[in-house]
């Protein structure tokens, strides 16, 4: 069984930046994709961003383009999602999240197979 465990979240000022950190339990963690959702109090959980297995391919809400950044180490099983120019819009709970190598669908909620158990971010203005 896949577990995935978050950290880095935190309370920060608008503009200010934050790293989150996703620790996948298994060596097979290459063979992943991996992705970042959100979801703020009242809403709908949403798509973030992904990175495919191999690091090659990276997605963006349009939200999040130009300010937040995903990549993985491989060799350390991790993935990161560094958020600079933080809004108070940014304000909610991260989940990362797993799918088997597959094509499509990557932003789909639906489309992963394994959740962390989320870490709260928090913008004040």
């Known amino acids: 069984q896949v577990q995935l465990v978050e950290s880095g979240g935190g309370l920060v000022q608008a503009g200010g930046s934050l790293r989150l950190s996703c620790a996948f339990s298994?060596?097979?963690?290459?063979?992943?994709?991996m992705g970042w959702f959100r979801q703020a109090p009242g809403k709908e959980r949403e798509f973030v961003t992904a990175?495919?297995?191999?690091?090659?391919?990276?997605y963006y809400a349009d939200s999040v383009k130009g300010r937040f950044t995903i990549s993985r180490d491989n060799a350390k099983n991790t993935v990161y999602l560094q958020m600079n120019s933080l809004k108070p819009e940014d304000t909610a709970v991260y989940y990362c999240?797993?799918?088997?190598?597959?094509?499509?669908?990557?932003?789909?909620?639906?489309?992963?197979?394994?959740w962390g158990q989320g870490t709260q971010v928090t913008v004040s203005s």
């Open positions: 990175i495919a297995w191999s690091g090659d391919s990276t």
């Open positions: 298994r060596r097979t963690f290459s063979r992943y994709d």
């Open positions: 999240a797993a799918r088997g190598a597959k094509i499509g669908g990557t932003t789909l909620k639906g489309a992963y197979d394994y």
